[in-house]
């Protein structure tokens, strides 16, 4: 009775939301209106990246952001079923902080500087292993 005051969002990929809308007769014309959203491309994943770095005040090399840049590109390239867009990019970034704070946390007097910087040492091991690299710290 209240339409004009109810809005329902459901969302998710493609395929399982044609899927959900067809598991039942009414659901499809109970929400009629269908806006997707493109995936965004290498480019615009490390842009969301750097924006996670400054929001946590993480600085980094030119190396670092050349070899993330490279697994955005593959990312994008082999895409998997539940590619998950910016929601990649924020898990991305706390595997490398949780790498970067391991790496940290054998070492003694650590800076203020040290635990806002990232190296290619807190990469996850998984990208060098898969894409056949070796990169020197």
Do not use: W
Request: glycine share 2%; hydrophobic share 40%; proline share 4%.
């Amino acid at each position: 009775d209240n339409r004009d005051d109810l809005v329902v969002i459901v969302a998710g990929y493609p395929e399982l939301m044609n899927k959900f809308l067809q598991s039942n007769p009414g659901l499809s014309s109970r929400f009629p209106k269908t806006i997707h959203f493109p995936d965004y491309d290498a480019e615009e994943l490390l842009e969301i990246f750097k924006k996670f770095c400054v929001e946590n005040s993480v600085r980094f090399n030119k190396s670092v952001l050349e070899v993330v840049k490279e697994y955005f590109e593959s990312e994008v390239t082999h895409k998997v079923r539940n590619f998950g867009n910016a929601r990649m990019v924020r898990n991305y970034f706390e595997q490398i902080m949780i790498n970067q704070a391991n790496r940290l946390a054998i070492k003694e007097n650590i800076s203020d500087a040290m635990l806002c910087r990232i190296t290619l040492e807190d990469i996850p091991i998984k990208f060098f292993i898969e894409n056949n690299k070796l990169y020197s710290a």
